[in-house]
């Protein structure tokens, strides 16, 4: 069977340029920077506004030694990017340009560099996150927030659901999860992070929803975590607490100390 054009074009281009790029990439630009779930290596997102907005996709060694660059450049800005190297991907969700209008984008980059388009409109999306393990990746979507946004108070509704990290397809229908103002309680946005279990919790410090690794809503009572940042094992921040950044003057990856453990201690410490 032969292989998809768009695939093998750019699994070849990754491959030509690993042997052919510098150390560093050729430009200044703003980078995001995540360890991979492991923390064996990194990956960095690069962001260009050269003729229209676009990125490369760079992978360093645990020291923080850029390598290669694993794509690029491709159309879009990059928002969020998670390396599960033990699952086998890279998931990277942005805005690309699309007549005349920004649109959302979410695709799997797998390691050899071939990437496979998982949405083309997000509209509405808040945030694409990877479960821990990679199995499946959590979408959290808008649905009527607005008063809470606007005024600070009000209810608010969100779209979750749980997908195949490989197709992009749900694992069942969205759950409507509900968080509505509460007599004397502050209120603040919802939030969200996964659990090690795999467990997905969405809370909002008062009411907290637990969705299992099959979409379905725990029956237990769930407890608020501690914080929601890191959000699962891929983040900027390492398990011991070393936080990489690019330091765009100087045109090299920084590692800080370690400080406050990462996941999944930093908010789940019991």
């Known amino acids: 069977m032969r292989a998809p054009i768009g695939a093998g074009l750019l699994a070849a281009l990754g491959t030509l340029g690993c042997a052919d790029d510098p150390a560093t990439p050729d430009a200044d630009a703003d980078a995001v920077a995540v360890w991979a779930d492991d923390d064996e290596r990194i990956a960095l997102g690069f962001d260009w506004a ?3 907005l676009s990125h490369e996709i760079w992978l360093a060694d645990g020291e923080g030694h850029l390598d290669r660059r694993l794509v690029g450049p491709r159309p879009g800005s990059i928002r969020e990017l998670y390396f599960m190297r033990s699952a086998g991907y890279l998931l990277v969700s942005g805005t690309i340009m ?13 390691l050899d560099g071939s990437a496979t388009r998982l949405f083309d409109d997000t509209g509405g999306t808040v945030s694409f996150v990877p479960s821990p393990d990679g199995s499946a990746i959590a979408r959290v979507r808008l649905d009527d927030c607005d008063e809470l946004r606007s005024e600070g108070r009000g209810r608010c ?22 968080f509505g103002p509460m007599e004397g309680v502050e209120q603040v946005f919802p939030d969200w992070v996964f659990h090690p279990s795999g467990q997905l919790l969405v809370s909002d410090g008062n009411l907290t929803y637990a969705i299992g690794p099959d979409g379905e809503l725990a029956g237990e ?3 608020a975590p501690d914080c929601f940042r890191p959000r699962t094992t891929s983040s900027d921040i390492s398990r011991e607490g070393r936080t990489a950044l690019w330091d765009r003057f ?5 590692l800080t100390p370690p400080e406050a453990p990462g996941y999944p201690d930093r908010c789940f410490a019991d």
């Open 250 to 254: 100087d045109e090299r990856l920084v």
């Open 50 to 52: 050269r003729g229209g």
């Open 221 to 223: 009572p769930a407890v």
């Open 157 to 178: 509704v969100l779209d979750v659901d749980l997908l195949d990290p490989a197709t992009g397809e749900p694992v069942r229908a969205p759950l409507h999860l509900l």
């Open 98 to 110: 699309v007549d005349g209008r920004d649109d959302g984008f979410v695709d799997r980059i797998d």
